[in-house]
């Protein structure tokens, strides 16, 4: 269910601080029910987890897409990024900002966990990555139970507050609050933690939280 341009022996490892850069949904056709709230809080994180993504670039940090296949069971990479990009309205705008890149990869999910029927327990170990930054939407769903499987499999966690979003800043900081309180996640925004930082922490030259 994962799809790269490329085969696995582009995978560069070990990952810099043993982390990834998961994004969640963000390729997205906004149809289903309840976008029309979803859509401005969306929009809202887009420049930030864009900003996020190419500081990862910068440090050498994988990105992972981990995206929905909206009921396509034989869909790809390719289709889904083109069905959405093509959309009416906001989600094809979304999409067309947030489109991945050749070098990114992929994971294509069924369910709302990024880690259910998909390869990511698979992908993330060859890309040497043991700790996880998640954005995207929703943050009180896709998120949040990616973020569960994640813990459950001792992933360590960041989950920037400015990166993620739900229907209704209420939904999103209950969310946050769950994923800080009962899954040991790191919650705080792009802009009070670097991602040089947690990076860097991995190797002890950063203090802990």
């Not at 998909?118 to 040497?128: D, E, F, R, S, Y």
């Amino acid at each position: 269910m994962a799809d790269h341009d490329q085969d696995a022996a582009f995978i560069k490892g070990p990952a810099p601080g043993a982390v990834g850069v998961l994004i969640i949904d963000m390729i997205n056709d906004l149809s289903f029910e309840g976008a029309e709230k979803l859509q401005p809080k969306a929009e809202a994180v887009v420049s930030t987890v864009l900003r996020l993504r190419d500081r990862a670039d910068r440090l050498g940090v994988p990105v992972v897409y981990v995206n929905d296949n909206y009921g396509h069971w034989h869909s790809e990479r390719s289709k889904i990024v083109e069905a959405c990009a093509a959309a009416p309205g906001p989600g094809g705008e979304l999409t067309r900002r947030m489109a991945p890149r050749p070098d990114d990869y992929f994971v294509i999910k069924p369910q709302v966990s990024g880690f259910y029927a998909t390869n990511l327990p698979v992908l993330l170990p060859h890309l040497g990555v043991s700790r996880l930054v998640l954005t995207g939407i929703a943050a009180d769903i896709c998120v949040l139970f990616t973020a569960a499987d994640a813990h459950m499999r001792d992933y360590e966690l960041w989950v920037p507050r400015d990166t993620v979003a739900g229907e209704s800043d209420q939904r999103t900081d209950w969310a946050l609050s769950i994923m800080r309180d009962a899954l040991d996640a790191e919650t705080r925004a792009t802009t009070e933690l670097d991602l040089e930082d947690w990076v860097a922490k991995a190797r002890g030259a950063v203090g802990a939280r």
